[in-house]
């Protein structure tokens, strides 16, 4: 029996990467998933992927800019499974422009803060009084260590990861007296976007070299093992926290 045997999640972000990799760990250990993202053909991949395992995958298209989408995501999920356990915001935009700070446009921080942060905020919000009248919840978020080291190019993202920390953080202190425990991961794990380009390549390559470890992580091997955890009812103590999962690449104070 699986971690998360009979617990209902809805993942965020799950056509590829992280998010694909963190709800295929999450059915394989016995939860049901509500899988959510743009790319309905990925989560459809996904779904046969996982099938077979304890728990099953629901596709979902979702755009997470569009609020409507985020209350049809929360009520599909009580609808397919009758409550909701399990929150991991994982999808982030704004990666698809990266810019350095003298370059950032209103627009393009504004892009990273609504489907980040704000779509975060508000899936706490409506996931919330289900989880309320459970006594239970596992709300997970995705930051960068881009926000924490400043990496030169990444101006509105690392602002938009920034802003989830402090969501996180705050999060915790307010909803932990209802049995729900809020905290955080920051990925350093190799992603499609690597691999789609020479450029791309050569900087995963980079990466590795400079990995403690001597490789840049996978997303389902080394990446969603620790997600799980945080989502299982082991962590019951675990609340406010911020877990870097990259090998050491980036070491948080």
């Known amino acids: 029996m699986g971690i998360l045997e009979g617990r209902a999640a809805i993942v965020v972000g799950a056509s590829s990467g992280v998010g694909y990799g963190c709800a295929l760990r999450f059915a394989e250990e016995g939860a049901n998933v509500l899988a959510c993202a743009r790319r309905l053909d990925r989560l459809e991949k996904l779904a046969r992927e996982a099938a077979g395992m304890d728990g099953r995958i629901v596709p979902m298209k979702c755009d997470v800019s569009k609020e409507e989408d985020l209350d049809n995501v929360v009520k599909r999920?009580?609808?397919?499974?009758?409550?909701?356990?399990?929150?991991?915001?994982?999808?982030?935009?704004?990666?698809?422009?990266?810019?350095?700070?003298?370059?950032?446009?209103?627009?393009?921080?504004?892009?990273?803060?609504?489907t980040g942060p704000l779509y975060t905020m508000l899936l706490i919000q409506k996931c919330f009084p289900y989880m309320k009248e459970q006594h239970y919840g596992r709300i997970i978020t995705c930051a960068s260590a881009s926000a924490v080291s400043g990496t030169p190019g990444f101006a509105s993202y690392a602002m938009a990861k920034g802003a989830i920390m402090a969501l996180t953080r705050f999060a915790a202190k307010e909803l932990g007296r209802y049995g729900i425990t809020v905290n955080c991961f920051l990925p350093v794990i190799r992603g499609e976007s690597f691999d789609s380009s020479p450029q791309g390549q050569a900087a995963a390559e980079q990466i590795a070299k400079i990995s403690p470890?001597?490789?840049?992580?996978d997303a389902y091997k080394d990446c969603s093992p620790i997600v799980a955890f945080m989502a299982s009812e082991g962590a019951h103590y675990m609340n406010g926290q911020f877990i870097s999962i990259c090998g050491g690449i980036s070491i948080i104070a």
Do not use: K, N
Not at 213 to 217: A, M, Q, V
């Open 213 to 217: 470890l001597g490789y840049f992580g």
């Open 77 to 114: 999920t009580i609808s397919e499974f009758g409550r909701v356990d399990i929150l991991a915001c994982i999808a982030q935009g704004g990666m698809d422009h990266p810019t350095h700070l003298l370059d950032a446009t209103p627009e393009l921080a504004l892009e990273s803060y609504i």
